[in-house]
């Protein structure tokens, strides 16, 4: 199975349970994060369809591995991999000391032990296809960096409703990669950080879902309780010192007031019906306490404002802010619910255009609209409400010459490319993306034929 | 129209029932024959025909609806009372001649013209053989006198030419400056535009010094306008001082320890890199171009050139598809690039980049699927 394949189909398990009520005793099985891979269980059924079927059984080759896992350094023990040739890429680590305006257009790796956010939270997909190339997830930093860091500064002190940022700009020049250095950068200055890659995977149904007759809306238990459990492994060491403010009578457990936060999240990681109320009452907790500032950071911003592919008993589809988790997060992006310290980031993606910017938050943000448009075109007035108040942070569509050649030295040394280093080669590279910077990769270095 | 009596023809007369009255236009003819000088026999002529026409009138009209069955074929019968108010239908506007018998061929001033020239000739030949100058005989062709010919004077500075020539490749400038000197004298003001009549147009340049060149392929166009891009200033103004503090970095710029003079001790100086911006139809090339094989092509005259960098690109591109598109846009620059900088004009040639490539989509024939596709053969 191709590599790519394999992450855009965006394997995910679906557990047993599809409803917040949850079966006496079965056990959650949630793939990809903390249980191994199980082979799926065959079920008997009387129907037969074929004659050949025992044939097939034996030909059919070994079980699909699924997503491509690069072994670790230390596991290449073979004598092939014992060569002077190989090299693993030496790069500055990424650390708030180090990122000043002098850092500009240098490559910074992500600390690898520190934070294991990398892992926890997952990437956007076009990320992780870059860094199982790369030996070693890294970046490039650049004077928007900077910029987006200095405002993360300002906003530790202030509540939420202040810096609301979402980035926008030309399709491939850079969205991304900037919101995984402002949260690797807010983990390491030891905020609480809730990051959400790929945001499309809130709404586009491959999560099973229930309805909640107390708040009116759906929520996705499943998903909630991996995130929950993500959290809980990012933010350890500071939700230690936390403690709830509120008392919260679940059926299965009560937390007192005062009890330990953890307490609260590991209710909602062991019951996963109740994991979306868990993960409001979360929000409740972090946006009342003043003692680390938090960060909300959703990638695909723009999918929380589109019709989710979910339906409803009469086979409508239902709104993103009819599901509890996108609501919740509309409300943080809008202002209506507030950290007391902290600032939420979005990010918009135009790599899939089934969850395309509505005109409501392109209005919002100030950005120029896709087509014609006038005011009888009809706009929600949810929509307006949540997207109010939003400030558009433009990433500029160019790289500098100095960032594009870092760029192009990373590629170099990881040995990925197939030419040899040449001032020449990386300006007409340069050129013919027109400073894009996913263009310059993906089509200048890694399909271009010329030598 | 009633024929008259004087055609001789007799026709049946009607009987009368009563003495017909003369209508009003034969009364007025009358009245005009009988002012005129004219004879009296064309007067009672006249008269009669008047009478017999306002007999024939007045038989009609007696016989009225009898007759409207058209018992033989006329024209409708409409009283001239009713004609008077009528509009006629207009006669259909006549085509107007055309000025000269020449016009249909198309080239009417030149046919007139030759044809007047030859009609000029054949004039001047008759009159010439009339006055026996025409055929000249022998002696007297040879005893004309010369025409005023300048093919001695041509000659001679032929000669002078070759001298001229010989002197520069000698190496002998300023005998070879003089003897040009004396041609000049004798050369047309638009020399440069004669000679240059057959060869190809130099590029030209505006006062910004951008270049305007046009690039074909396929059914391509590409218009494209070239401009030096702007060098940064910064590599000048940092070159002043020895071991100046560079703000944006940790520690202070400084040369290389050891070195007290020469340009090894100065501080290293940030080179801000030039880059070219290629704007089609006022689109940034990666946009416009979404293939990464089209854009390679049309940064290719760069990278042959050695020019990346130095030049920025405005192009309007119209016509075909992506791929002639691109090949008329590379064609384009590399005309320009030329233009430019003529020492690049050999390696941009060699590489067969100021070639317009002639390859055109070929014709569909009759008996042939495609342009050289064959339907299946089939054996009976």
């Known amino acids: ?451 | 129209m009633t024929p008259s009596l004087e055609s001789g023809r007799s026709f049946p007369l009607a009987t009368q029932s009563r003495p017909g009255r003369l209508s009003a236009r034969t009364c007025a003819l009358v009245r005009q024959r009988a002012r005129s000088p004219s004879s009296s026999v064309s007067l009672s002529r006249a008269l009669v025909s008047g009478a017999v026409r306002g007999t024939m009138n007045i038989a009609k009209q007696v016989a009225g609806g009898a007759l409207r069955f058209r018992a033989y074929a006329t024209a409708a019968y409409v009283p001239p009372a009713s004609l008077e108010g009528m509009q006629r239908a207009r006669p259909p506007p006549s085509k107007p001649k055309p000025e000269s018998p020449s016009f249909y061929t198309g080239r009417a001033n030149y046919f007139d013209q030759l044809l007047a020239l030859e009609k000029a000739a054949k004039q001047t030949r008759t009159a010439l053989q009339e006055l026996q100058i025409l055929p000249l005989p022998r002696f007297a062709q040879q005893n004309l006198p010369p025409s005023p010919g300048y093919r001695r004077f041509i000659g001679q500075l032929n000669q002078l030419n070759e001298y001229r020539r010989l002197a520069e490749v000698a190496g002998h400038m300023e005998l070879a400056g003089r003897i040009q000197r004396v041609l000049d004298m004798f050369e047309r003001e638009n020399k440069d535009a004669i000679l240059a009549q057959g060869k190809r147009k130099p590029v030209k340049f505006d006062e910004f010094g951008r270049s305007y060149t046009i690039g074909r392929r396929k059914e391509s166009t590409a218009r494209v306008w070239v401009i030096k891009a702007k060098e940064a200033a910064s590599s000048s103004t940092a070159a002043a001082g020895q071991g100046e503090a560079q703000p944006s970095q940790d520690a202070p710029a400084v040369g290389i320890p050891g070195f007290t003079r020469g340009p090894l001790s100065m501080a290293p100086t940030p080179i801000k890199v030039p880059t070219t911006n290629i704007l089609v139809n006022n689109i940034p090339l990666v946009e416009y171009f979404p293939h990464l094989s089209d854009r390679e092509r049309i940064v290719r005259p760069f990278r042959i050139a050695g020019l990346l960098g130095a030049y920025n690109v405005f192009a309007l591109v119209r016509g075909g598809g992506s791929t002639g598109q691109s090949g008329a846009l590379a064609l384009g620059i590399a005309k320009a690039l030329a233009a430019h900088v003529p020492e690049v004009e050999p390696l941009l040639r060699k590489a067969k980049m100021l070639k317009r490539d002639p390859r055109m989509v070929e014709r569909k024939k009759t008996g042939r699927a495609k342009s050289r596709k064959a339907y299946t053969w089939v054996k009976r």
Request: aromatic share 10%; hydrophobic share 40%.
């Open chain 1, 1 to 451: 199975m191709s590599l790519v394949i394999a992450l855009r189909t965006g394997r995910v398990a679906h557990s047993n349970s599809s409803s917040l009520v949850a079966p006496a005793g079965s056990v959650i099985q949630a793939r990809g994060y903390a249980a191994p891979v199980k082979a799926a269980k065959k079920v008997s059924s009387k129907f037969r369809p074929n004659a050949g079927k025992e044939n097939d059984k034996k030909n059919r080759g070994g079980r699909d591995p699924g997503l491509f896992r690069p072994m670790p350094p230390n596991a290449l023990t073979h004598p092939v991999f014992q060569s002077e040739y190989r090299s693993e890429l030496k790069l500055p680590v990424y650390r708030p000391e180090t990122l000043t305006s002098s850092a500009a257009a240098k490559a910074l790796a992500f600390p690898r032990d520190d934070s294991r956010a990398l892992k926890a939270f997952g990437l956007p997909t076009n990320i992780l296809v870059d860094y199982l190339l790369l030996s070693t997830p890294c970046s490039v930093v650049r004077q928007v960096t900077v910029d987006v860091l200095d405002q993360l500064d300002k906003a530790a002190q202030s509540s939420s409703q202040n810096t609301r940022l979402v980035f926008t700009g030309q399709p491939g020049c850079g969205k991304s990669y900037l919101m995984l250095q402002a949260v690797q950068y807010a983990i390491q200055k030891e905020w609480l950080t809730l990051y959400i890659p790929r945001g499309i995977n809130l709404v586009n149904s491959s999560t099973p879902y229930a309805y909640d007759a107390r708040t009116q809306t759906y929520g996705q238990p499943a998903y909630a309780q991996q995130l929950l459990k993500r959290f809980a492994d990012v933010n350890a060491a500071l939700l230690q010192s936390l403690t709830v403010q509120s008392s919260y009578p679940f059926d299965e457990r009560e937390v007192q007031n005062g009890a330990p936060i953890m307490d609260l999240i590991n209710v909602g990681v062991e019951f996963q019906h109740q994991a979306p109320t868990v993960l409001n009452a979360l929000f409740d907790e972090l946006a009342k306490q003043t003692k680390y500032p938090v960060l909300l950071a959703v990638d695909d911003f723009q999918a929380l404002y589109c019709m989710s592919q979910y339906r409803d008993p009469f086979y409508r589809a239902i709104k993103a802010y009819h599901l509890m988790l996108p609501r919740a997060l509309l409300e943080f992006a809008s202002g209506k619910r507030k950290f007391a310290r902290g600032a939420f980031l979005g990010a918009l993606s135009s790599q899939n255009t089934t969850f395309r910017a509505p005109l409501e938050l392109i209005e919002s943000l100030g950005l120029p609209p896709n087509g014609p448009t006038n005011p009888y075109v009809p706009r929600q007035p949810e929509l307006i409400e949540y997207a109010k108040g939003l400030k558009n942070f433009v990433v500029p569509e160019r790289l500098t010459v100095d960032e594009a050649a870092s760029i192009f030295e990373l590629w170099q040394q990881s040995k990925a490319l197939h030419f040899p280093r040449g001032d020449e080669l990386f300006l007409s590279k340069y050129t013919e993306a027109s400073g894009n910077a996913r263009e310059f990769v993906e089509k200048g270095l890694l399909q271009t034929v010329a030598m």
